[in-house]
């Protein structure tokens, strides 16, 4: 008796990586904040106003794309079981805990079922990254002598240290506007010497 095939589902994260994903696309000029956000309690913590609106738009960006189906959601009622793609009108009305990663849906101001270990498609996700970045991707390089006395500058803050990653050192540039193609942003990488083990990434943003 011959067994009936597999369903292979696409590959899935978790609601806290969908947001950290999107934070960094909002925020390129630090990117590491993605991952101190561990809460949405700020009262304790000392972070510029910019940083407290990037994590705010990007919480909020998160729950719309949700809210309108463009992040499809997977999930479990009973833990026991297999993970379940998730009604999209319960994802309309739910509301989302990011850091719990659940999603309650409520009825007469009553919770009448709670999924958990929820998590979005990473192709919805990747979606939604790439236009962020194109929205900001600007329409012709700019300076090429500002570029080169940022890199100097940046050289001189590495003080000897390993440089980041690309993807980390594009973000930087960019944060501070400066926007060189691909190449020149590897060769100016490769003379700070010997970089950190990184994942290369697939699409520069000052291409």
Known sequence: MERSPRTVFPRTVT???????ILRAI????????????SFWWNDCKRLPAEDAAVNKARELLKEQVARAKFRLRGVLDPHKPLENIDPADAKVGMLDIFAGELRVFLHNKVVRTYRQVRCYETDVDRCVAELHSKTKPRKWT??????KFCA???????????????VFTDAANAADHYRPRKEMRRA??????????????????K
């Open 153 to 167: 500058d940046f050289k001189d803050k590495l003080n000897g240290e390993a440089p980041p990653t690309e993807r």
């Open 15 to 21: 609601l806290v990586e969908a947001f950290r994903m």
């Open 189 to 206: 990488l490769r003379n700070f010497g010997p970089r950190r083990p990184g994942r290369r990434p697939t699409k520069s943003a000052g």
């Open 27 to 38: 925020y390129p000029a630090r990117p590491a904040l993605a991952d101190e956000v561990e």
């Open 143 to 148: 300076s090429l002598a500002g570029f080169e």
